[in-house]
């Protein structure tokens, strides 16, 4: 005698957590089978609680299960996938608490596949066919599946609402259009939706043009960065080697001072000595006298789209001593004076020019950045004033008016000995320095002038070829 064959479903190797066929099955201590991952991951949301539970019957379990796979069952699901059982119909989805069920469907309903507006039903795949079948039905509206399908019943007269009312902005019935809404800018509510849709989609193109526009300009900001941290590494590099200059350069001068000091000393003492000696000679039967010499030296469901619809001076000092006079202790006193007189104008300097050195911060403005200046007038009220540097100054061009202006002459100007110094080219460069995006303005008369801006190591030798 034949044995009949045992009828299984899906369904019967389903996991009732996940509503998919069994991956990896494990079966608890009450009998229920589930997914690994899935127990797992639901008992890791419970692991707050004192106590874990079966999904299905709620046994409770102290402490947490610790499962193995049922390997008798992932071997019966496999050998059930290769006969067939895979290939289930895929409305064989049951819906879940947040599905959209199927409203055709009995018993346990399936997932809805489409909602139909006509009908104000959602169906699941299978039950959608006749709209794809019966000609009446393929003129119906279809749109992803809903659970808010009632709001578009008439709540006065029970009808669907196929209109919209411009005037009142709410979506009505044809016998509304008759009775309260009588005279009202009317449209049909697939023209509305058209029109609204139209609207929407250039919204969204004009978000889609501002997030290119954006992710420009985040992208200029990370460069900014990058150039600030590259510029602040030179800067404080250079800086470093141009303080170790200046330090050596004060070394330099103070070790002048004090040879030239120590030099003079030696000339005077030996001349006072040799006219000690002859006035000792002189003096010699009257009294000796004693002398002594002391010296002084630092910054799409129309009712959903109506509900979501968008509304920084060279030291100077003369080391000249004076002739020999009777000035006890004032001998070296001009040199001391000298001195002073520089330390007083490096302090000047570094109190009241040092903003020519100091850091100012460029503002990075690509998301928020105020509008640009269109006038003159807009410009000048980020204006600062720029001073000529005397020490770059060619010999033949005169600054005045607080080294703010420069006038050639036919004469050579007295200046000092300087690097920095032009020696060919009629040229003058600014104290201070530019950074960033500027312009500058200059008052001039005569022939004419050249304008230009410079890095500051440009060449000072040479003709203008150089």
Not at 132 to 144: E, G, I, R, S
Not at 231 to 245: G, H, L, N, R, W
Not at 437 to 463: D, H, L
Request: aromatic share 6%.
């Amino acid at each position: 005698m034949e044995q009949k064959g045992v009828q299984l479903d899906w369904e019967t190797f389903s996991c009732s957590i996940c509503l998919d066929l069994l991956k990896d099955p494990v079966t608890t201590t009450c009998g229920h089978s589930y997914c690994m991952n899935c127990i797992e991951a639901h008992w890791d949301e419970e692991d707050g609680k004192k106590l874990l539970s079966c999904p299905q019957c709620r046994q409770t379990f102290t402490p947490r299960p610790v499962l193995l796979k049922n390997t008798m069952l992932a071997v019966l699901v496999e050998q059930l996938k290769k006969t067939g059982l895979q290939a289930a119909p895929a409305d064989h989805c049951y819906a879940g608490p947040e599905d959209v069920a199927c409203d055709v469907c009995t018993g346990r309903r399936l997932k809805a596949f489409k909602s139909c507006l006509m009908c104000l039903v959602s169906y699941c795949e299978k039950h959608l066919q006749p709209h794809h079948d019966a000609p009446p039905l393929k003129k119906h509206k279809l749109v992803d599946p809903s659970n808010q399908l009632q709001e578009n019943i008439c709540s006065r007269h029970d009808e669907v609402m196929k209109m919209f009312c411009r005037t009142d902005q709410q979506c009505i019935c044809y016998l509304c259009s008759l009775d309260e809404h009588k005279g009202h800018n009317t449209v049909s509510a697939a023209a509305e939706r058209t029109e609204r849709q139209r609207e929407l989609e250039g919204s969204r193109l004009n978000i889609q043009q501002r997030i290119q526009d954006r992710e420009k300009d985040l992208k200029l900001l990370h460069q900014e960065v990058e150039a600030i941290n590259l510029s602040a590494d030179k800067t404080v590099e250079d800086s470093e080697k141009i303080f170790t200059e200046l330090i050596r350069l004060m070394e330099n001068r103070s070790s002048d001072v004090k040879q030239q000091v120590r030099s003079q000393q030696r000339t005077e003492v030996s001349r006072v000595k040799e006219l000690q000696e002859k006035l000792e000679q002189e003096i010699t039967e009257l009294k000796r006298n004693d002398a002594e010499l002391k010296l002084l030296s630092h910054t799409e469901d129309l009712n959903q789209l109506l509900h979501h619809y968008p509304s920084l001076s060279p030291l100077s000092g003369s080391t000249d001593s004076s002739s020999i006079n009777i000035r006890p202790l004032r001998y070296f006193e001009d040199v001391t004076a000298a001195v002073s007189g520089v330390r007083d104008e490096l302090q000047d300097v570094l109190r009241d020019k040092w903003t020519n050195v100091s850091l100012t911060g460029t503002e990075v403005g690509v998301l928020l950045s105020p509008p640009e200046p269109t006038t003159r007038a807009g410009f000048l009220e980020y204006s600062c004033e720029l001073t000529l540097d005397p020490n770059t100054a060619n010999t033949q061009l005169l600054l005045s008016d607080g080294n703010r202006k420069a006038r050639l002459m036919k004469e050579h100007q007295s200046y000092s000995s300087h690097s920095d110094r032009f020696s060919e080219c009629l040229q003058v460069l600014s104290r201070e320095s530019l950074t960033g995006r500027c312009y500058w303005e200059v008052e001039w008369r005569g022939g004419g002038v050249y304008v230009a801006v410079s890095y500051k190591n440009i060449q000072r030798e040479g003709g203008w070829n150089e």
